[in-house]
């Protein structure tokens, strides 16, 4: 079948059944009514996007990333997402405008990652060594310029990154991903003199990938957990009562 036929619509994902013997929906060959109440949120995400159910393994790993991910605080999009609420705004448009902040310098430095990550592994034509690994830490950092996924502004040392290696340590999940951020970030401390250590972004970066996915799927770990934010941020402004979330006139520098 042609891509350029602009009418032809093809899915693997979901089937929706409607007939007179049966009312169901598929979700990759699956009876959804099957899954409910068998499969967790992690679980059924896995399978939607892979099109099979993750190991046990592999699913409390990805659970324990988007819990990770749920929460830093009233960052800028939490901060959309309460003005929203301060101006009258819906909810969903409120969870919508703080998703749309996420970018290449918020929110979007593990999908920069990922995608080097990726490529770099899939350079080394298999020889997964530490070794290997090693030389490949090296000349990322030989590089120069700042590598995506690492430092961060309101800590010291990200407080998640440690637990989450821990945990996909734990759970056999620890794979060439994880291993050469670890690596690169050993290698930027001894070649700057100073640590700059994996944040978030980065180690959401590897494990998924690690785990499976493509790339091109990286942002998406951080935007589904971090939607559930946006609502409690936008609930709790409703009833602390606030109208018009703004910047005052003594804050704004005017230029002539």
């Known amino acids: 079948m042609s891509g350029d036929n602009m009418t032809d619509w093809r899915t693997g994902i979901a089937e929706v059944v409607s007939t007179d013997t049966e009312e169901e929906v598929l979700i990759r060959g699956r009876k959804l009514s099957e899954l409910i109440g068998s499969l967790s949120f992690a ?71 990922a995608k080097m990550l990726s490529e770099e592994i899939t350079n080394l034509s298999g020889d997964m060594s530490d070794a290997a690994l090693q030389a490949l830490a090296s000349e990322i950092v030989g590089r120069g310029g700042r590598i995506p996924g690492y430092g961060i502004p309101l800590h010291g040392a990200d407080p998640r990154s440690p637990k989450m290696l821990e945990i996909a340590h734990e759970e056999g999940c620890f794979g060439p991903h994880c291993r050469l951020t670890e690596l690169i970030e050993k290698e930027i401390e001894r070649t700057r003199g100073k640590p700059v250590p994996l944040n978030l972004d980065g180690i959401g970066a590897a494990i998924i990938l690690d785990l499976g996915f493509p790339w091109q799927l990286t942002r998406m770990f951080l935007i589904t957990p971090r939607s559930v934010s946006f609502a409690a941020h936008y609930y709790e402004e409703q009833q602390q009562g606030t109208k018009w979330r703004h910047l005052g006139a003594d804050d704004i520098t005017y230029e002539s």
Do not use: N
């Not at 995400?45 to 699913?59: C, I």
């Open 43 to 113: 679980e059924a995400m896995f399978l939607l996007l892979t099109g099979r159910e993750p190991t046990k393994a592999q699913a409390r790993v990805l659970d324990a990333l988007l819990v990770a991910s749920m929460e830093h605080g009233i960052a800028p999009p939490s901060m959309i997402a309460r003005c929203y609420a301060s101006y009258g705004t819906s909810i969903q448009a409120a969870m919508a405008g703080g998703i749309m902040a996420f970018g290449d310098t918020m929110g979007g430095a593990g999908e920069q990652l």
